[in-house]
């Protein structure tokens, strides 16, 4: 009877204890977490920074990078598709009908502008943003520009509305966001018409400077990004912006706040790098993505190991 006893007691023992283990793994296990991002080369870039540290931390880490354009990738946040991406700041002013505002001309009051309006009506998290401004521009030849003396937009809208050749490549955003070409249109007082245009479904500025710096379909202006590495390999210049035109757009990782409230550890985990990412630093790794080649994981995880923040 003893015996028996004995060996119930131990079986009891035994099973408790490996009820208690898979307890314990299940409650240490943190997500699956979606990380998605924009089709761009810093789209890349940022999402795999975001992806490689969350993995560091423990977290489980769906890779959904390359998602789509900033419609489709914001609507996949608000409906819980995705959980986290890298989001402009100056992109809340076309998120909230707030274009007009002059607030988003200014770094910090933008992020703590769009900061608050997300959170209110889509209880979405904007965490610290990197100290790097990626607004959207138009890039050219250097050899276009010195030889028509075009160094500013207000030179460019002279050069177009006095019949110089231009044709401009950008994505279809570009082209139709009130806050891209439109804006520029606007303040500068000129207008492309579609034989002017070459627009393109990717977002990747890559590919529009290198069709601008190749004379691709004719192609002789390209959209661009502030912090595209590929401008001076291609030997492309961005025109100066003197009326202010563009709010000021900063990359930061938004979140769900579901997800937020139930790993606040994310915050902490994410800020610290953001702030690393100046703008030198972002054109320097997006060149070694765009122009040599490289994958934007490799990229990453080098740059975070070799800042020692994996």
Do not use: H
């Not at 598709?81 to 100056?90: A, V, W």
């Amino acid at each position: 009877m003893k015996r028996l006893i004995l060996a119930l007691v131990t079986v009891f023992t035994i099973f408790t204890l490996l009820g208690s283990s898979c307890v314990g793994q299940s409650d240490g296990v943190k997500g699956p977490v979606n990380v998605g991002s924009k089709i761009d080369t810093e789209g890349s870039l940022l999402s795999q920074v975001i992806i490689l540290m969350l993995r560091d931390n423990g977290f489980e880490v769906v890779d959904k990078s390359q998602f789509g354009p900033t419609s489709v990738v914001r609507k996949a946040l608000v409906s819980g598709e995705l959980d986290i991406y890298p989001e402009y700041t100056g992109n809340g002013a076309f998120f909230f009908n707030e274009a007009a505002s002059d607030v988003w001309k200014d770094a910090r009051q933008g992020y703590e502008r769009v900061k608050q309006l997300d959170m209110e009506a889509n209880n979405i998290v904007w965490l610290k943003p990197a100290p790097a401004n990626n607004t959207w521009a138009i890039a050219i030849p250097k050899e276009l520009a010195n030889t028509e003396g075009l160094k500013t937009l207000d030179d460019f809208a002279a050069y177009v509305n006095g019949g110089g050749y231009v044709k401009l490549i950008g994505s279809e955003e570009f082209v139709t966001s009130p806050m891209a070409l439109t804006a520029f249109q606007d303040a500068y007082g000129f207008t492309l018409t579609k034989n002017q245009l070459l627009t393109v479904s990717s977002g990747d500025t890559a590919q529009t400077e290198k069709a601008a710096a190749e004379g691709i379909d004719s192609v002789n202006a390209a959209m661009a990004y502030g912090t595209d590495g590929s401008l001076s390999a291609f030997d492309l210049i961005v025109l100066e912006d003197p009326r202010g035109v563009q709010p000021v757009y900063e990359p930061a990782p938004i979140l769900r706040g579901e997800i937020s409230d139930k790993y606040p550890e994310i915050e902490t985990i994410l800020n610290p790098v953001f702030e690393t990412l100046d703008l030198v630093t972002l054109q320097t790794l997006n060149a070694k993505i765009a122009v040599e080649g490289q994958n934007a994981a490799d990229v990453a995880r080098d740059y975070l190991t070799a800042n020692g923040l994996l």
